[in-house]
């Protein structure tokens, strides 16, 4: 059983930077490509980033293209968000989850989903 954790969410100053972190735990095959999703708000959720096992390979949204940056540590379980020059409209309930490949994760067939942490961005 996959289980994640994230933390680093909080309030923050428009233009200012936040790092969130997943801590991940079970089977690794279940944690191949991780990636975040955010939900602002009365809204849908919203894909932000992904990275491969091997962190050579990364994704991202258009709106988050050049301001956030997706990283991991595998000997440390751990995937990071990195997050400048917020805005606003950053402001949601930012997770973590994972899937068996990177094929996988693009279909949205995710093996684990964390409990979500919360960013606000204040104007």
């Known amino acids: 059983q996959v289980q994640l954790v994230e933390s680093g969410g909080g309030l923050v100053q428009a233009g200012g930077s936040l790092r969130l972190s997943c801590a991940a735990s079970?089977?690794?095959?279940?944690?191949?490509?991780m990636g975040w999703f955010r939900q602002p708000p009365g809204k849908a959720y919203e894909y932000v980033a992904m990275i491969s096992w091997t962190g050579s390979t990364t994704d991202y949204a258009d709106s988050v293209k050049g301001r956030f940056t997706i990283s991991r540590d595998n000997a440390a379980n751990t995937v990071y968000l990195q997050m400048n020059s917020l805005k606003p409209e950053d402001t949601a309930v930012y997770y973590c989850n994972s899937a068996t490949g990177w094929s996988t994760y693009q279909r949205r067939e995710f093996a684990a989903w964390g409990q979500g942490t919360q960013v606000t961005v204040s104007s």
């Open positions: 079970g089977h690794t095959d279940s944690l191949n490509t």
